[in-house]
């Protein structure tokens, strides 16, 4: 399609979802439901596409879209995809597809639900698509805002704390993240504000690199649920409906991980290089507590909403890794971008095998509950599929992803390494306790009534079951396309 603006009508997709349901009355529930499922598949279509254009053998940005937006202000609407926003685009569209059918049941207040979850995800794609500062921080906006009343209205256990508590956790993150952006536009001269042009700026001397990067490594950071700042992110998993935990878990904090790798290591590559060993340090740290923290809870979603810190840190310990230079810089990236991929699709196959539980049980202790592969087996086995892969069991995509952030650690920082590849075994007591507990054992009479996964319901989870089996046998699918990714130190 050569000529077709093909990143700007994936932004789109969800935008006319947003459209379509606001001018669909809210007694059309069925009606809603489809233009929506239509929109999600069109943006699948089209991010497929986007794989498929995408020239490898030359790399960096393609597909590029350029026009002036607020002239008189130097802001411009530029986007375009290397590597990695065809791979994060790709996700985003999987995950929000899979969302809209996992909540075909719902029935409460659905027009106001699907709006909101149309408005994200709309933010997401432009995150992952936008070359402009301005226009980063404008689409990372809209995409953090419709998670308060997406929590506060339609989830549960403490949903209006929980949803207050992640909104303020996002602000603090975005009150470091300004003036960190506008120092970047100010220091370069106040003539544009291209993430490529700026990462050419001779003003930005070591010394301020030294200085700034913080404030946008920290702002984005908090969304990426770096330790310490990760306390928003179990409390607000426990609280969302299923759909929103997978766009929370599988693509939102993506996209803090994204904005310190678009804007902060591109930019201040020499910022990032000093700073390098404390947030790896950091990170190790993230990847041991949230693993050791899973093992004492009792939510299944608890146990979700920690082992997506400890698999988070995994992500920033393989970005800082890449900060730092050196023989296994790039091993260190292709982990880190194949864990974001990996880790989004993993965490919404876990929330939709556990949201299908929670609609029948309302229960989400693991100790009510045993036997349920006896007695649900599909949606037993998804749930123990996705576990498998929380694990970095051989043949899932986390496999790879995990093993490339562990090989380049232990060569660049082995202590670090260690400790991080320690976490693992955390890891694994904390899945094979779930399993031992919920999954296998004595069944539970009290959910004698529980119906399996059928044709429709099973549809999604089978697409991310399936997806992270395709990259877990197949990796050079993916390493080759994260690879023709060109960014700077």
């Not at 030294?210 to 950071?221: A, Q, R, S, V």
């Not at 990847?287 to 400890?310: C, E, L, N, P």
């Not at 810089?329 to 993993?346: E, V």
């Not at 590849?421 to 306790?433: D, K």
């Amino acid at each position: 399609m050569p000529g077709f603006p093909i990143l700007t009508a994936t932004i789109l997709c969800p935008l006319i979802a947003l459209l379509v349901t606001l001018l669909i009355p809210g007694r059309h529930e069925k009606a809603i439901k489809i233009a929506n499922t239509l929109c999600a598949l069109a943006s699948v279509i089209l991010a497929i596409t986007i794989w498929a254009q995408y020239d490898r053998s030359v790399g960096g940005f393609q597909m590029m879209e350029d026009m002036a937006w607020l002239p008189s202000f130097d802001i411009r609407y530029t986007v375009g995809v290397d590597g990695a926003g065809v791979v994060l685009g790709l996700l985003t569209a999987i995950v929000f597809f899979t969302g809209v059918l996992s909540m075909w049941t719902l029935k409460t207040r659905v027009k106001e639900y699907f709006a909101f979850k149309a408005a994200l995800v709309f933010g997401v794609f432009g995150v992952f698509f936008a070359l402009d500062i301005f226009a980063f921080f404008f689409f990372y906006e809209i995409a953090v805002l419709p998670m308060y009343p997406l929590i506060a209205i339609w989830g549960s256990t403490r949903k209006e704390y929980s949803a207050m508590k992640l909104t303020l956790f996002l602000m603090a993150g975005s009150v470091l993240l300004f003036p960190g952006l506008i120092a970047l536009y100010v220091q370069a001269g106040g003539e544009t504000w291209n993430i490529l042009e700026l990462a050419q700026s001779p003003q930005y001397t070591r010394t301020f690199q030294i200085f700034c990067y913080p404030f946008i490594y920290i702002g984005f950071g908090v969304l990426a649920g770096m330790f310490p700042f990760h306390g928003w992110s179990p409390t607000g998993h426990v609280a969302a409906p299923t759909a929103v935990s997978m766009l929370h878990a599988g693509v939102l904090m993506k996209l803090g991980a994204f904005g310190i790798l678009r804007i902060g290591m591109t930019c201040l590559p020499l910022g990032a290089a000093y700073w390098a060993p404390t947030f790896a340090t950091l990170a190790t740290a993230g990847i041991i507590y949230g693993a050791f923290v899973a093992m004492r809870q009792t939510d299944f979603k608890y146990v979700i909403g920690f082992s997506s810190v400890s698999h988070m840190g995994i992500v920033l310990l393989g970005l800082n890794i890449y900060a730092g230079g050196g023989d296994v810089a790039q091993t260190g990236l292709d982990g880190a971008i194949f864990q974001m991929f990996a880790h989004g699709i993993m965490t919404a196959l876990f929330f939709s095998a556990v949201g299908f539980i929670y609609d029948q049980t309302h229960d989400r202790d693991i100790r009510h509950f045993g036997g349920l592969v006896s007695q649900v087996p599909i949606a037993g086995s998804m749930f123990i599929l996705a576990a498998m892969c929380g694990m970095g069991v051989p043949g899932f995509a986390s496999f790879w992803a995990e093993l490339l952030v562990f090989i380049a650690a232990v060569q660049t920082y082995p202590v670090l390494g260690i400790l991080a590849i320690v976490g693992l075994i955390f890891t694994a007591a904390y899945t094979l306790r779930v399993l031992g507990k919920a999954m296998f054992g004595p069944r539970n009479k009290n959910w004698e009534h529980l119906v399996d996964v059928g044709v429709w319901a099973l549809l999604p989870r089978a697409i991310l079951v399936g997806v992270l089996l395709l990259f877990g046998f197949f990796p050079n699918l993916i390493l080759d396309m994260i690879r023709s990714t060109v960014w700077g130190p």
